[in-house]
Structure formats: structure tokens, C-alpha cells
């Protein structure tokens, strides 16, 4: 059975791929590091405004964020 990728690991995956550290990524998305940190360990869910911010610094859309 193939393991799933969660929300976090996609985040996580998208952000590396953009060059881009926590830090850097919470600041563009106006957002905090401890937010992202807990989003990529699964720690928080993210609500949709917070997906749509990270897609959009991300270069993504909030359907691949959720793995559709």
C-alpha cells in the first residue's frame, strides 16, 4: 500500500522546490514561522484563506496543496 502525502508534506515539498526556508515563506504569506512549522508537521490544519496565501507564494494552486 502506498503511503499518502499529507497537507504538511506537500507544503513542506512546494516550499523547498521555491527556494524558499519557513521564514521566508511565513513572511511572504504574512503569516508566522510557528504556523508554518506546525502546518508541515502536521501539528495545525490550515484554513482556506491561510492555502490560498501559500499557493499563491508558492506558485501552486490550493487544489495541489490538497492533493487533488
Do not use: P
Not at 504574512?30 to 496565501?53: F, H, K
Request: aromatic content about 0%; glycine content about 8%; cysteine-free.
Amino acid at each position: 500500500m502506498a503511503k499518502t502525502e499529507t497537507i504538511g508534506q506537500r507544503i513542506r515539498a512546494s516550499r523547498i522546490r521555491a527556494g524558499l526556508s519557513q521564514e521566508a515563506l511565513a513572511r511572504r504569506a504574512d503569516l508566522s514561522n510557528q504556523t508554518i512549522s506546525n502546518m508541515e508537521r502536521g501539528e495545525s490544519n490550515a484554513t482556506v484563506e491561510t492555502l490560498q496565501a501559500l499557493a499563491l507564494v508558492l506558485g501552486t494552486t490550493v487544489g495541489a496543496l490538497l492533493g487533488e
